[in-house]
């Protein structure tokens, strides 16, 4: 249970519009991730399914059921916030169960409901802690289990790993994932790291400057982007965007991404100087300037050494370059 | 501190104009109290004089107390310091955090005319002030200084706690919202225990101009049974004699209730000064 359903979704903030119309429709159980540029809405996006922001104009539907108007403890949602956000005058027990407390459930149920959130998320040794005597990323599964203990219809999450260091958080997504295939609930993740994006998503939902640019599985992304921005956004590193004239291609630009392209010592389709390298022991990138396209990145699997300033060549798979239009838009 | 940024005579420079501060701010301070426990001959003969066995003399200390009315005089000034501190706070923090927390229209300019009290003194209002409190009946009452003084302490109040109230995560309020907590709870559970040394620095800053007031309960209530302790205090100060014992030990006397509300308040002041300086 828990289907969420927007509908010509707008929000205004006196007159600059900050979302312009959003169609959407999350299946129960399923994990959307709102990704995009700061400033692209997916947070206030986020916020006013949670009820914290006003909807100007547009639906917002929970199992068939307009909102719109409902206090945020009233729709039977959850929220994990970038901060934590624990009251810290409450031990980790109290903050767990406080939703529950006010909503007038038995002590009994909430000792369990928190028991039950606490083993999943083994927090039993830290129940009677308060929020400052623990550590970023206890704090983060403390919140987590907060949410948990509600069982919501829909779990949100703002940007929960961006406080966390690089360790905690790869460890926090994966418990995430696990998460969401035990309990499978509906759940919300906005991020602005496409990583976080492709790994958790069961859909992600690209936005930019308060529009949906494109919804689809992580794969139906990366494999078949619908404009230029999807196609930056989508990959890492970058996808690299040449110039289709200048390739007797018809295109404005063409999109390669850089594991599409190889490296050869001698000559090739493209000719070009490497400008700089980053060895990662697992991949190589090689940044390679040509005159005509500008920067180029390259991305090989292993370790490879090249010189600054060496001349090298590059080729590609025809098959795996995407065509875009002067707006930006896929042709083919 | 580390040795490499330290010299001696850095240190002894700072501590010297530390020194000097502090001996110029503590000396009146200390001339009263040491005059309040001699004589009168001695407090003339050799005003700086510490007290001795020829000269001490608790004669000041006795006419106060036996004045009789003082203990009125410092439960009205109490009274009047306490409930105004209450209201100034409690309102302060409420129109802060409303100020702070809600999107509405004239948000700002409210906010504006709230500071202004700020730069405009209220005695300059005294005449229309009095002439309110005649038309409801309340001079010669402590509700009357209450009230006088809930409003001169709003202004600061109001602006240096939305100052503080915007910096309380928006997480935590909406993490309320969503637990369902209502705004009230939001308000004195969550963000009230976060700004408190805010509310103890506007505690000191406030107390100290109410306690020391002379000019609204001369003109708002003089009579004997709401006279505060500064007003009392000028029954010994007459046209062509004073009685300097007394003057001395009665504000010797009112020297000791502001001290322990500011000690009470002063562990929280620091941490609300230094607030945001370091982190």
Known sequence: MGTLNLTKVTKSFGATDVIKGVDLTVNDGEFCVFVGPSGCGKSTLLRMIAGLEDVSSGDVMIDGQRINDLAPAKREIAMVFQSYALYPHLTVRDNMGLALKQAGVAKAEIAQATGKAAAMLSLDALMDRRPSELSGGQRQRVAIGRAIVRRPKLFLFDEPLSNLDAALRVQTRIEIARLHRELGATMIYVTHDQVEAMTLADRIVVLRGGRVEQVGAPMELYNNPANTFVAGFIGSPQMNFLKGGALGLRAESVGVRPEHLTLLRGSGKLAAKVSHLEKLGGETLVYVLNPTHGLITIRLFGEHDFAVGEEISLNYDENKLFFFDESGQRLY | MSQARQSIARTFGAHAILITYTVIALFPVFVTVINSLKSRKAIFADPLALPGPATFDLVGYQTVLKQGDFFQYFLNSMTVTVASLFFVLMFGAMAAFALSEYRFRGNMLMGLYLALGIMIPIRLGTVAILQMM?????????????????????????????????????????????????????????????????????????????????????????????????LGSQVFIGQFVTNWNAVLAALSLAIVPVLVLYLIFSRQLIRGITAGAVK
């Open chain 2, 134 to 230: 005649v038309a409801s009946g309340l001079v010669n009452t402590l509700t009357a200084l209450i009230l006088v003084y809930t409003a001169q302490g709003l202004p600061l109040a109001v602006f240096i706690l939305s100052e503080f109230m915007r910096n309380v995560s928006a997480d935590l309020k909406n993490a309320g919202r969503i637990d369902g907590l209502n705004e009230y709870t939001i308000f004195f559970r969550l963000v009230l225990p976060l700004v408190r040394p805010a509310m103890a620095t506007v505690a000191v800053f406030s107390l100290i101009p109410i306690w020391n007031d002379l000019w609204f309960p001369l003109i708002l209530a003089p009579s004997e049974a709401t006279k505060t302790i500064t």
